[in-house]
């Protein structure tokens, strides 16, 4: 964490910081519908404010075509703060210009207020100088408190870093930590798992990890392609067969790497793919023409459970079946339950982030006991993938 300037040494008293966070939340009927991304900014929040700083938050939304719209405002947002916060929360309905300039200029110290959303802006996302300047004029000093969106070079995430004095929040600090822990420098044996649909999307991830980790645990759909590339069939299981060359490919790299690869070695398959369809355990060299597989089998699960408790480190992206329907769920949340259980041990650090892991991880309960969960899903990918975060960069002493 030496690299990056934290809070610990900016001086915020009597001073405008702009405070980017991650905002980009659920929402259900108008109202927040799970608040994770905000609970994790609030103590950068309050220690900014109870040092005399007047908080400025600026955030993005969805993904609004470059000009203000109702649906992707942060004003709703903003009281959803408010709540959490318990303590009252302003709001600007622009992030430049004379609205967010007059709003700034009515702030006492210790005053927390968020500007709308910075994607109403086309020059946001392109990172123009032009708005960067006008960002960078709002404040004293600009802290980035957001790492699931430090995979982009936009002006708030990246461009004001170059024009204002610039830290790392400490979610953002608690995020580089944990990242460093798994992946910088790691006690070993260090496992990976990967699973989630698809080969395509996660080949860099899978060609990065191979050379670092010293076991790569493979599910999910992408597991068939591998399973395929083998010879074996699978039915009518999703499988990217174009795919297997390059499947054969990733297998050779990780022998060479002495990368050791564990693949399913039984499936729990169906003849459709719904909830609580009529499904049968089978290994993977029986796979019938007509079925999907559509989770691990309970040796792959002891096989993964074995593998685990020789580890140290453990990295998770992405789950092991079709968890979002019963009974496929069973594989990842077994797993979770005994990554969080080792943890607890102290046997084993871990550290999972996606969308769709957390989620799992949420239901299964086990959140809390990893040693770190990321909200970032985008941001922690390209990071597995050994890829340079620009939000990041900027912030390096
Ligand atoms: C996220 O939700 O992953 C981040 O906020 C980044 O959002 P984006 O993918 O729209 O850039
Ligand atoms: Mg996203």
Redesign the pocket.
Known sequence: MSQFRTLDSADVAGKRVLLRV?L?VPMENGRVSDVTRIERVLPTIREIADKGGKVVLLA?F??PKGGPDEANSLRPVAAAVADLLKRPVGFAADCIGPVASAAIAGMKNGDVLLLENTRFHKAEEKNDPAFVEELAKLGDLYVND?F??A??AHASTEGVAHKLPAFAGRAMQAELDALTLALGDPERPLAAIVGGAKVSSKLDLLGNLVKKVDLLIIGGGMANTFLFAQGKSVGTSLCEKDLADTARAILATAAQAKCRILLPVDAHAAKEFKARAAARFVDVDHIAEDEMILDIGPKSIVAVEEALAGCKTLVWNGPFGAFETPPFEAGTMQIAKTAAFLTSEGKLKSVAGGGDTVSALNSAGVAEKFTYVST????FLEWMEGKVLPGVEALRA
């Open positions: 991650d980009n993005h969805g993904r957001a699931s969106a995979h982009r970032a899903g985008g941001a």
